[in-house]
Every structure is written in C-alpha cells, then in structure tokens.
C-alpha cells in the first residue's frame, strides 16, 4: 500500500512566522511516517513557497537562509489535478498531492487565504475552512458572531486606520473616550498571537497604541479592561461530534499576555486544571463549544476567555483557529490532560479532512 502525500506548509508572512516553524516541527513529530510521505514546505516571510529538504532546518530557521535561484521552490497548483510543482533551477517535478496540513499562524495562514487555494484546488487540508478561519482571524467580526449568540464579552468601540492620521486623531480619541474608560485595550482587528496590542492608561498611550495597530491591520478593536483570571479551552472536531477539553490558566509574567511575555518570558506559567469552580469550568468548556460552532469551525480552535475577579464572570476574549504547537502551548497540552495524545488527534485531524473533502466533492457532483 503506498503511502498518503501529505505537504506540511509553514512559515508564511505574519509576524508569526517564527512560531509557526516551531509548531511545525512539533507537528511533524507526530506524524506516522510509516503512513505519510511528508513534503515540507516552508513560506517566506517574502512570500517565496520553499521546498524544505532537511526538516531538522525549520525549527532553527536555517531552512530559509541563503535562498538563491538553486533553492529547490514548491508551487502548489490551483488546478484540479491536486498538483504539487518542484522547480529546481530549470527543472520541474510533478508530485502527487493528497492532503495539506497548514501550520500556519497568523496572515497568509490562518485567514482563509490559503484554505481558498486548497478549496480551489479541491486538496483535502486540515484545519477551519476559509469562512471560519477568515471570521476568526477577524476579532470585531467574531465579536459580532458572539454577539449574535448572547455570549458575553468585553465592551469595544471599533476604529478604521485612516482615523488613525494625525488630522483626525482628536476626534477619534475623543470618540472613544466618550464610550470607554482608562485603561483600556488597543488591539488589531486580525493580528495573531497578540502582536501590535498594547494597553492605553491615558491619552497619549491611546494616540500611540492607536497607531501602533493600524501598522498591523486597517481594522483595530478599543476595548474595556476586563481584571480577571486569562483562561484557555481546546475545542476539538465539528458539528455535533465536537468537545470541549478541561481547561488551563495563563499566568503572564507582564502586566498582559502579549508576543514577548508569551514567547521571550521565562516567568510566564501555564497551569492545567486551576483552581476554579466546577460550575464556572462547565460555563466556560459549553460556551467555547457554542463560539466554535457558531462561527463554524472545523478540527481545531483554541477558545480564550477571562474569569472576571470578584464577581467570576466567565468572558469571551478570542479563539484561535490554527492554536500554536510549541512547547509552551497550552492547546496540546490540554488535548493532552485530556487523554489524546498529539498522534492520535494528529491522525484524526487528517481523517477528518477527508471525510470533509468526500463531502464537497459529492455535493459538487
């Protein structure tokens, strides 16, 4: 029996490009390589698509160094015939294509952009698809999303960039000053992994934050300060088969957990099974599975949630359609406490892609 042609693709051109290497060798150590011939391609933060030869490079980044006109390029065809081209200098290999597993944080990854290409294409690929993904990489639209279902949630005041220039700064802050209080929170619309967020204590903090944001997105979301305990959930499957695992605390070595006290921060902690009531655990797991199906989510998703101090208000914050797989991770580590090894949902993930692609393909027909 020949093996499944899996391409596992990284990298990419967010400024989670680093992350998503190192998820990606995590990933990759999960695989069966008994089951799956693995094509490792590795994106640019220029966006060239590079064929990875050597996957002990990717982690360390040395994959995407010296890239030259010999760097052995991958280019995934739109066509239906499930292409992938290997260009080597002048030369042009064709390789069977039969699954894509995106690890891809962030822009270009974790949008719908490339889950269009797969769709196009008709590549079974694991993950959210590109309207779930393109909604959850959106903050102000997954807020809407909960909004619709009555999910509680922090109160924002939404800005486009252009009212981000200085001649129509003042207004803008006096708007938002008008509807929130200080301190408050000043967050891209889609920027992964807490990139271009910063926390405003005054004017001059919200001006700069402001623009600090519309560098990373020409939506940004200014929110209320919710003081309370960070929680994360990992939801897992679709539809009706999908559950909610137990859940983790983020304690955040800065005063919130943004890139650097998430990633460069030795003294930022992830605790399983906290402290916290049983009754406020349940709220939480069945209300990440209400977000996950109403925006439609498909395999995977991290769910983000404040539990609010005095009152234990449970409060969505965010979900995560491509979860980060680092060592530091919270999403395998509470599949994980949850009995499911990261080879086992690995392996259900990639199921799971293909009963979905027999599914459109026979809706197509």
Same mark, same amino acid.
């Given at each position: 029996?020949?093996?499944? *042609?899996?391409?596992?693709?990284?990298?990419?051109?967010?400024?989670?490009?680093?992350?998503?290497?190192?998820?990606?060798?995590?990933?990759?150590?999960?695989?069966?390589?008994?089951?799956?011939?693995?094509?490792?391609?590795?994106?640019?933060?220029?966006?060239?698509?590079?064929?990875?030869?050597?996957?002990?490079?990717?982690?360390?980044?040395?994959?995407?160094?010296?890239?030259?006109?010999?760097?052995?390029?991958?280019?995934?065809?739109?066509?239906?015939?499930?292409?992938?081209?290997?260009?080597?200098?002048?030369?042009?290999?064709?390789?069977?294509?039969?699954?894509?597993?995106?690890?891809?944080?962030?822009?270009?990854?974790?949008?719908?952009?490339?889950?269009?290409?797969?769709?196009?294409?008709?590549?079974?690929?694991?993950?959210?698809?590109?309207?779930?993904?393109?909604?959850?990489?959106?903050?102000?639209?997954?807020?809407?999303?909960?909004?619709?279902?009555?999910?509680?949630?922090?109160?924002?005041?939404?800005?486009?960039?252009?009212?981000?220039?200085?001649?129509?700064?003042?207004?803008?802050?006096?708007?938002?000053?008008?509807?929130?209080?200080?301190?408050?929170?000043?967050?891209?619309?889609?920027?992964?992994?807490?990139?271009?967020?910063?926390?405003?204590?005054?004017?001059?903090?919200?001006?700069?934050?402001?623009?600090?944001?519309? *560098?990373?997105?020409?939506?940004?979301?200014?929110?209320?300060?919710?003081?309370?305990?960070?929680?994360?959930?990992?939801?897992?499957?679709?539809?009706?088969?999908?559950?909610?695992?137990?859940?983790?605390?983020?304690?955040?070595?800065?005063?919130?957990?943004?890139?650097?006290?998430?990633?460069?921060?030795?003294?930022?902690?992830?605790?399983?099974?906290?402290?916290?009531?049983?009754?406020?655990?349940?709220?939480?797991?069945?209300?990440?599975?209400? #977000?996950?199906?109403?925006?439609?989510?498909?395999?995977?998703?991290?769910?983000?949630?404040?539990?609010?101090?005095?009152?234990?208000?449970?409060?969505?914050?965010? #979900?995560?359609?491509?979860?980060?797989?680092?060592?530091?991770?919270?999403?395998?580590?509470?599949?994980?406490?949850?009995?499911?090894?990261?080879?086992?949902?690995?392996?259900?993930?990639?199921?799971?892609?293909?009963?979905?692609?027999?599914?459109?393909?026979?809706?197509?027909?």
């Amino acid at each position: 029996m020949s093996k499944i *042609q899996l391409a596992l693709l990284f990298g990419g051109q967010s400024s989670e490009h680093d992350v998503s290497c190192v998820s990606a060798t995590t990933v990759a150590g999960a695989l069966d390589r008994d089951k799956y011939d693995i094509t490792y391609i590795g994106i640019t933060k220029a966006g060239h698509w590079i064929l990875v030869e050597n996957p002990e490079t990717i982690s360390n980044l040395e994959w995407e160094k010296n890239i030259n006109s010999d760097t052995p390029r991958a280019i995934l065809s739109p066509d239906t015939d499930h292409k992938l081209i290997i260009r080597r200098g002048e030369n042009f290999e064709v390789r069977e294509l039969d699954v894509a597993f995106p690890v891809l944080h962030g822009l270009f990854g974790e949008d719908g952009t490339i889950q269009g290409l797969f769709e196009m294409a008709h590549i079974p690929y694991v993950g959210c698809g590109h309207l779930s993904s393109a909604i959850t990489m959106d903050k102000f639209f997954t807020k809407v999303i909960a909004d619709s279902i009555g999910v509680v949630q922090a109160k924002y005041v939404g800005v486009r960039d252009f009212e981000t220039a200085d001649d129509k700064i003042d207004a803008t802050v006096a708007r938002i000053e008008a509807e929130r209080e200080y301190p408050m929170f000043v967050k891209p619309s889609c920027a992964g992994s807490s990139m271009g967020i910063t926390k405003a204590h005054n004017r001059e903090e919200l001006v700069a934050g402001l623009k600090l944001a519309a *560098q990373h997105d020409s939506k940004i979301l200014v929110e209320e300060t919710i003081v309370g305990r960070e929680i994360e959930c990992a939801v897992f499957g679709y539809g009706d088969t999908a559950f909610a695992t137990g859940v983790g605390e983020i304690l955040a070595a800065a005063e919130f957990y943004d890139f650097d006290a998430k990633y460069n921060n030795a003294d930022s902690q992830t605790v399983l099974d906290p402290d916290i009531p049983q009754d406020k655990v349940e709220e939480i797991r069945k209300t990440a599975v209400a #977000i996950y199906r109403a925006c439609d989510c498909f395999g995977l998703s991290r769910v983000d949630f404040f539990l609010e101090k005095d009152t234990n208000r449970v409060i969505f914050n965010e #979900i995560n359609a491509i979860p980060g797989h680092t060592s530091i991770s919270m999403y395998p580590m509470l599949m994980a406490n949850a009995g499911h090894s990261m080879e086992e949902y690995v392996e259900e993930l990639i199921e799971m892609s293909f009963k979905r692609h027999g599914f459109y393909t026979s809706a197509r027909v």
